[in-house]
């Protein structure tokens, strides 16, 4: 129980609405305590009209009236039992809206290395399938749990009062019963949670299949693809059947205790009437009631035992990552405006889980308002490079300084709203493509929107399609070519009308001369502005006030076009192959 502790802060937050909820709960039960002994009196009537201690006129009316009590009593206790579930389901809902809110904020909070370490998959299955579990403990359970204990409270003390003997014989299959039921629960739990790794697999690899259809036909895939669905078909149906089977179990076993402790009430009872124990038939029935009364409760202690173990184990791996602090965190709370000087000093850094050095000893120096550009070879470190800027990783050794203050000084947000971010692989939200801009200033209007778009060279792409800024993205909606996610990506930027750009590879997937356009036009909206463009094109860095080539994180060579242009090395050579072949890099 120690991990479900941390639900006590939710449980005493809605301690009100649960303790209204133990009172109806006691409430209902107490009047559904009102109808079997309603039925034994309505039997000692019949009985004594039948040996003629009561008139049939006296008999008929008492019947009567203990059946219009047991109607009452009956209509009440539903009444109650709907507004219990009412009350301890619902606060159940709140706590799994509360938990939802609070882990998905957590995740929020958490650096890209935690991301690094864990599987999409995991992250969401913590914030719907574990907390789901979660809710059955702060619901169900403790709805069917004050139940059966006030049923047991008021019930055994009762038929203990009213027939010793007959009581503990009843009694006595009941424990097994809860103890089989826990049993099966368990087995239960175990083969279901087998048939939904099995179901996130199938849906893991269908989906695979329908997003990379295009591959599987070209390389004419099908037939294995779908010899190896059948086998993963095959294995679902095991396991499936396997769980169907103990399934199959549960409501049998439950008859059959049933039907013993039914069995026991007619014969010993019978037995204590025929030699004088019990005086009225009555009693029988209102004990075979009580039997099936208490079926239920104590198959649920069983029941609720396993869900108790689900949410534990839940909330552990819940625990797991609401326990997890973000490695990069906010030490400046005042906002810090940031003029864009970028300076770094002796910067190595090493990715935690592959441990490769991706930057080693670099340092250089940007002006605000000034223009730099970084090339090289894939994985020279060129995207690390932009990443340390935005702060999305601290360095392992060395410093950051911008406006000569330790990055890490600065306010988180400011920093990082001072930027204005292409990352290497646009990513674009399935929304519209007014949505996507408008993510860089929330207020934008469409003639903003538009304006952005001219700049990044799409508003004509944009205006060939049928909805034009409102055609959606992605899944559901079309999908756009590599140049053009790309420039609307940068449109996005410029949107934010940042005081930094970052611009990882963003000209890639597009043409040289709509290359040369945007080019052009990025020249005159960043003047004033801190860029970094990162690229494997000399086109793209040839006006840059500045060139750092590197490779393997180390800087090879510095300065500007024309000097490094004069200069034997990597950049000369880059230079020269991508003149002769121009016109071949046409892409997007
Ligand atoms: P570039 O942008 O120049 O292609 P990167 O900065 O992306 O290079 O990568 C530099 C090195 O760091 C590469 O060797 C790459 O494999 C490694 N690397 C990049 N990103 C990660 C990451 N998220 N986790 C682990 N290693 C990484
Ligand atoms: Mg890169």
């Known amino acids: 129980?120690?991990?479900?502790?941390?639900?006590?802060?939710?449980?005493?937050?809605?301690?009100?609405?649960?303790?209204?909820?133990?009172?109806?709960?006691?409430?209902?039960?107490?009047?559904?305590?009102?109808?079997?002994?309603?039925?034994?009196?309505?039997?000692?009537?019949?009985?004594?009209?039948?040996?003629?201690?009561?008139?049939?006129?006296?008999?008929?009316?008492?019947?009567?009236?203990?059946?219009?009590?047991?109607?009452?009593?009956?209509?009440?206790?539903a009444l109650f039992t709907f507004l219990m579930r009412q009350t301890i389901i619902n606060v159940s809902r709140y706590i799994e809206y509360d938990l939802k809110n609070e882990v998905f904020d957590h995740y929020q909070l958490l650096s890209l290395n935690f991301y690094k370490k864990n599987r999409i998959g995991d992250l969401m299955n913590r914030i719907s399938e574990d907390v789901g579990?979660?809710?059955?403990?702060?619901?169900?359970?403790?709805?069917?749990?004050?139940?059966?204990?006030?049923?047991?409270?008021?019930?055994?003390?009762?038929?203990?009062?009213?027939?010793?003997?007959?009581?503990?014989?009843?009694?006595?299959?009941?424990?097994f019963l809860s103890i089989l039921i826990y049993q099966i629960s368990k087995i239960i739990h175990q083969r279901s949670t087998k048939v939904q790794e099995f179901l996130s697999n199938l849906s893991t690899f269908t989906q695979e299949s329908f997003s990379g259809v295009s591959v599987i036909k070209a390389y004419g895939l099908e037939p294995k693809m779908n010899s190896e669905l059948k086998s993963l078909a095959h294995e679902g149906k095991e396991t499936s059947m396997s769980l169907a089977k103990v399934n199959a179990w549960f409501f049998p076993l439950m008859i059959l205790l049933i039907g013993i402790s039914n069995i026991l009430v007619i014969y010993i009872g019978g037995k204590q009437y025929i030699n004088g124990t019990i005086t009225s038939v009555g009693i029988i029935a209102e004990f075979i009631l009580y039997v099936n009364m208490l079926t239920w409760p104590v198959a649920v202690v069983g029941w609720l035992t396993s869900i108790v173990q689900r949410a534990e184990a839940s909330q552990k791996r819940i625990n797991e990552f609401l326990n997890?602090?973000?490695?990069?965190?906010?030490?400046?709370?005042?906002?810090?405006?940031?003029?864009?000087?970028?300076?770094?000093?002796?910067?190595?850094?090493?990715?935690?889980?592959?441990?490769?050095?991706?930057?080693?000893?670099?340092?250089?120096t940007i002006e605000p308002g000034q223009t730099v550009a970084f090339l090289g070879k894939t994985g020279s470190g060129k995207s690390t490079i932009l990443d340390l800027v935005a702060r999305l990783y601290d360095v392992s050794s060395g410093e950051i300084l911008i406006d000569d203050v330790p990055v890490q000084k600065l306010n988180l947000d400011s920093l990082r709203s001072a930027i204005g971010a292409v990352p290497q692989d646009a990513f674009l939200f399935s929304d519209t493509i007014a949505n996507n801009i408008r993510f860089g200033k929330e207020n934008a209007t469409q003639e903003e929107i538009e304006n952005v778009a001219k700049k990044a060279a799409v508003h004509n792409n944009i205006m060939g399609f049928n909805k034009k800024y409102d055609t959606i993205l992605g899944e559901r909606g079309i999908t756009l070519s590599g140049g053009q996610k790309q420039r609307v990506s940068i449109a996005r930027a410029l949107m934010k009308d940042p005081t930094i750009y970052l611009f990882d590879d963003c000209l890639s997937a597009v043409d040289t001369e709509t290359e040369e356009e945007i080019l052009t036009n990025l020249q005159k909206e960043s003047k004033a502005k801190t860029t970094l463009i990162v690229s494997h094109r000399v086109s793209?860095?040839?006006?840059?006030?500045?060139?750092?080539?590197?490779?393997?994180?180390?800087?090879?060579?510095?300065?500007?076009?024309?000097?490094?242009?004069?200069?034997?090395?990597?950049?000369?050579?880059?230079y020269l192959d991508q003149l002769t072949d121009k016109h071949s890099s046409k892409v997007g």
């Open 324 to 364: 997890e602090q973000p490695s990069i965190t906010n030490t400046e709370q005042k906002p810090t405006p940031v003029e864009g000087k970028i300076e770094f000093k002796n910067v190595s850094f090493t990715y935690e889980d592959t441990e490769i050095t991706a930057l080693n000893n670099v340092s250089f």
């Open 1 to 77: 129980m120690k991990e479900l502790q941390y639900l006590n802060k939710y449980l005493k937050k809605y301690w009100l609405k649960l303790l209204l909820g133990v009172i109806i709960t006691i409430i209902a039960r107490v009047f559904s305590l009102v109808m079997p002994s309603y039925v034994n009196k309505s039997i000692k009537a019949v009985e004594g009209s039948v040996n003629g201690t009561l008139s049939v006129p006296e008999a008929e009316s008492l019947l009567l009236e203990y059946i219009l009590i047991i109607i009452g009593a009956a209509l009440l206790s």
């Open 133 to 175: 579990q979660v809710r059955m403990y702060a619901g169900p359970a403790i709805m069917y749990g004050i139940q059966t204990l006030t049923l047991f409270a008021c019930l055994i003390p009762l038929m203990f009062i009213k027939a010793p003997t007959l009581a503990a014989y009843t009694l006595l299959p009941l424990p």
């Open 540 to 574: 793209s860095a040839k006006n840059a006030d500045k060139i750092l080539v590197l490779e393997d994180g180390i800087v090879l060579q510095e300065g500007t076009h024309d000097k490094l242009n004069a200069t034997e090395g990597y950049y000369k050579e880059l």
